[in-house]
């Protein structure tokens, strides 16, 4: 399987210019974006359920090949804090089946300062049907234990490997698929990463999951356009690894600061 790179949603106003050109309509983005990246990350699902008829939409303007990894609502992971998680995942599936074979893994995403629950976070995993990949991704140290990370293998979920300034999560393998996030990077300019950190993150991909390494990997950097071309330096350093990557736009469609 291939790495799939894209970034944490397409629907920036500021890469107007960076990514976008200046005169394509919002309306366009989706199918400018899709036909240079093969993955996305639905980050507006957190906020707000996409409706059916717009998830359909989101399918039908997207290439056969292409993944929308899909953020779970907070209403679940930040309101009720996994507690009763039953309804809020039976209506939340509901909405993204409508993405039909281009949903992708279902990212939860826990409240900084959650501490570990294993019972809770069991029961929600529960409740997702084995075909759906569900990715975790902790905002707490106290989840990063031997007992979190054999539920999770139980269950085929993927602990999210996520880059931060406040927390970086550690390289444990607890799934047969690998789900990469980067928030923020240090180089200049802000919030991207540099190459060398960059490369490091592909090689110890490479080195945890192989060279037939099934991974997802998004970038949430979207400041300066800076998501955009991180993603592209990142596919490139991951095929330097021996990974195969899916497909990037040239370089010189980016343009960030």
Known sequence: MPVLVGTSGWQYPHWRGRFYPERLSASRWLEHYAQRFQAVE??????????????????????????????????LTHMRRLREPAEPVAR??????????KLGPVLLQLPPRMRADAGRLAAALDCFPRRVRVAVEPRDASWFTEEISALLSARDAALCIADSPWLK?????????AYLRFHAGRAVPSPCY???????????????WGPGADAYVFFNNDGAGCA?????????AAERAGLSATRVPPQREVRVG
């Open 169 to 177: 999560t550690p390289f444990h393998r607890t799934a047969t698929w």
């Open 92 to 101: 939340f599936l509901d909405r993204v089946r409508h993405l039909g074979s």
């Open 42 to 75: 639905v980050n507006s699902a957190f906020y707000r359920l996409p409706e059916p008829s717009t998830c359909e939409d989101w399918a039908a303007r997207t290439p056969e090949d292409f993944v929308m990894a899909v953020k779970m609502s907070r209403f």
């Open 194 to 208: 540099g190459g060398a950190a960059l490369r490091a993150a592909a090689e110890r991909l490479a080195s945890t």
């Open 228 to 236: 955009v071309r991180d993603a592209i330096v990142f596919a490139r």
